[in-house]
């Protein structure tokens, strides 16, 4: 009994991830549910299972009185000291019980109460393992489709993948292997919840972390990151080293590194965009790929009027918008495209109200005035 055990202990904590000594404890507490089960809640009971042999000992604690009127709280002066000849009458010691009387019930009840609390124990390793891993990258292995999720797994644990935090293009099948963004870690009544995403902005910066060296060592920075997830991508970076072009190492040799980013994320279009103090500077780079003529700003109310050839016009505002918007999103600016026509018209328009406003002016004038 002692041997197997043991043997049961240490192949649950091996195969559940959980302590020996969690393990021990949780038994130890379904022992005694156990034993209060079958001997009442009266008696101040204790159970210690020894990790090396398997041998478990219960004692209660009870009162020394010269005449025994209740045997399961009180002993004689007599039985006290032959465990412990130093006790005398109205001190407490610790008796040993047998626990070859456990009921079919109270064996029972034990075995509910450990897998009961294993299974909590097992939730709480999860937990522990996870909680401070919200904000990275992790790789899992889909095992279903249900309810508009995906549920994934990650080694011992089960994490949530909702289909709306997929890509658009995206069809994930069971048995394959998926990069997903851990959002959230968080306890609730029926255990752990791992949520996760692929259309997180900062799952894009992770995956530039994973791949960009000068990243992942600090040497560069990603300022902000904007993102339509499957469509397109904006970031702002900028470098602590002078010597080292933030846009250049994000990139690679032929574009080696960012492509291997863009694979990961179906052919998304990404944007890196070196960070600047300069709005102007700024305001025109994060509208790429169009490229800009000039750019108006108001600095106090944070709006910009952007000019742009006719034939970029299109590219600088995007489908549905997307460009403009990313870029006000990115640069935290207001922003107002208008093309090269446009402007010229406007400003015609503006010296043409200002010619007919001095003339207007001029023929105000009395004789004497003019005189």
């Given at each position: 009994m002692?041997?197997?055990l043991?043997h049961?202990?240490?192949?649950?904590s091996?195969?559940?991830?959980?302590?020996k000594?969690?393990?021990i404890g949780?038994l130890?507490?379904a022992?005694?549910?156990?034993v209060?089960?079958n001997?009442?809640l009266k008696?101040d009971?204790n159970?210690?299972?020894d990790?090396?042999s398997?041998?478990?000992?219960?004692?209660?604690?009870?009162k020394?009185?010269?005449?025994?009127?209740?045997?399961?709280?009180?002993?004689s002066?007599k039985?006290?000291?032959a465990?412990?000849?130093?006790k005398?009458v109205?001190?407490m010691?610790?008796?040993?019980?047998?626990?070859d009387?456990?009921?079919?019930?109270?064996a029972?009840?034990?075995?509910?109460?450990?897998?009961?609390?294993?299974?909590?124990?097992?939730?709480e390793?999860?937990?522990?393992?996870?909680?401070?891993?919200a904000?990275q990258i992790?790789?899992?292995v889909?095992?279903?489709?249900?309810?508009g999720?995906?549920?994934?797994?990650?080694?011992?644990?089960e994490?949530?993948?909702?289909?709306?935090?997929?890509?658009p293009?995206?069809?994930l099948?069971?048995g394959?292997?998926?990069?997903?963004?851990i959002?959230?870690?968080?306890?609730?009544?029926?255990g752990?919840?791992?949520?996760?995403?692929r259309?997180h902005?900062?799952f894009?910066?992770?995956?530039?972390?994973?791949?960009?060296?000068?990243i992942?060592?600090?040497?560069?920075?990603i300022?902000n990151i904007?993102?339509?997830?499957?469509?397109?991508t904006?970031?702002t970076?900028f470098?602590?080293?002078?010597?080292?072009?933030?846009v250049?190492?994000?990139?690679g040799?032929?574009?080696?590194?960012?492509?291997?980013?863009?694979r990961?994320l179906?052919?998304?279009r990404?944007?890196?965009?070196?960070?600047?103090e300069?709005?102007r500077?700024?305001?025109?780079?994060?509208?790429?790929?169009a490229a800009?003529e000039?750019?108006?700003?108001?600095?106090?109310?944070?709006?910009?009027?952007?000019?742009v050839?006719?034939?970029?016009l299109?590219?600088?505002?995007?489908?549905?918008g997307?460009?403009?918007?990313?870029a006000?999103?990115?640069?935290?600016?207001d922003i107002?495209?208008?093309s090269?026509?446009?402007?010229?018209k406007m400003?015609?328009?503006?010296?043409e109200?200002?010619f007919?406003?001095?003339?207007?002016?001029q023929?105000?004038?009395?004789p004497?005035?003019e005189k």
């Open positions: 002692s041997k197997e043991v049961i202990i240490e192949q649950m091996k195969e559940r991830g959980i302590p000594e969690s393990i949780t130890e507490s022992l005694l549910s156990a209060r089960k001997h009442g008696p009971i159970i210690k299972i990790p090396k398997g041998d478990i000992a219960i004692t209660a604690l009870k020394i009185v010269e005449k025994v009127t209740n045997p399961s709280e009180e002993i002066l039985e006290a000291q465990i412990d000849p130093s005398a109205d001190d010691v610790e008796t040993p019980m047998s626990i009387n456990f009921g079919r019930i109270a029972q009840t034990a075995k509910q109460v450990l897998f009961q609390r294993v299974r909590e124990a097992e939730k390793a999860i937990f522990e393992e996870f909680k401070d891993k904000g992790v790789s899992g889909v095992m279903r489709k249900e309810k999720n995906y549920y994934i797994a990650l080694g011992r644990a994490a949530v993948l909702p289909i709306k935090s997929t890509l293009t995206e069809n099948k069971r394959e292997t998926v990069r997903s963004y959002e959230e870690v968080k306890e609730t009544q029926k752990p919840i791992i949520l996760l995403s259309t902005p900062n894009v910066g992770e995956l530039f972390k994973m791949e960009i060296p000068e992942y060592e600090g040497l560069v920075v300022k904007v993102r339509e997830a499957g469509d397109r904006k970031l970076v470098s602590k080293n002078s010597m080292v072009d933030p250049g190492a994000c990139v040799m032929k574009g080696t590194r960012v492509q291997s980013i863009v990961e179906k052919g998304e990404i944007d890196i965009i070196p960070w600047t300069d709005p500077v700024l305001l025109a780079k994060a509208l790429s790929p800009v000039s750019i108006g700003i108001n600095e106090e109310e944070k709006t910009a009027m952007v000019v050839n006719d034939q970029q299109s590219l600088a505002i995007g489908k549905k997307q460009n403009v918007r990313l006000m999103k990115l640069t935290g600016w107002d495209i208008i090269e026509s446009e402007y010229s400003r015609k328009g503006e010296a109200a200002q007919e406003d001095a003339k207007g002016k023929e105000d004038k009395s004497e005035e």
